[in-house]
């Protein structure tokens, strides 16, 4: 079993950065990757970006692209997700996810979830 713990939610204007944090335990060797998916009110849950542990890949969901970075610190098991010029279209519920997957977007393949952390953008 993998644990994970998110953090760094809040509320920000728009415009505004946020960084999020996703701590893991337990069997951390079986996981080869690490993700970040969202969910606003409504709306299902959908991909933001992922990142490959043994060598630092990242995917990015078009919407994420050039405001929000993906990094991992493999010495403290944790992925961090750099959030810049944030919108008021950012605002959910960002949820950690882990898993051995090639299909690094795919929320099906991921075997770990945190708790999930809000985020609010104000306009």
């Known amino acids: 079993q993998v644990q994970l713990v998110e953090s760094g939610g809040g509320l920000v204007q728009a415009g505004g950065s946020l960084r999020l944090s996703c701590v893991a335990s337990g069997r951390t060797f079986s996981a080869n990757v690490m993700g970040w998916f969202r969910q606003a009110p409504g709306k299902e849950r959908e991909f933001v970006t992922a990142?490959?542990?043994?060598?630092?890949?990242?995917w990015y969901a078009n919407s994420a692209k050039g405001r929000f970075t993906i990094s991992r610190d493999n010495a403290k098991n944790t992925v961090y997700l750099q959030m810049n010029s944030l919108k008021p279209e950012d605002t959910a519920v960002y949820y950690c996810?882990?898993?051995?997957?090639?299909?690094?977007?795919?929320?099906?393949?991921?075997?770990?979830w945190g708790q999930g952390t809000q985020v609010s953008v104000s306009s």
């Open positions: 990142i490959r542990k043994s060598d630092g890949g990242t």
């Open positions: 996810a882990a898993g051995s997957t090639l299909y690094y977007s795919d929320m099906t393949k991921y075997n770990y």
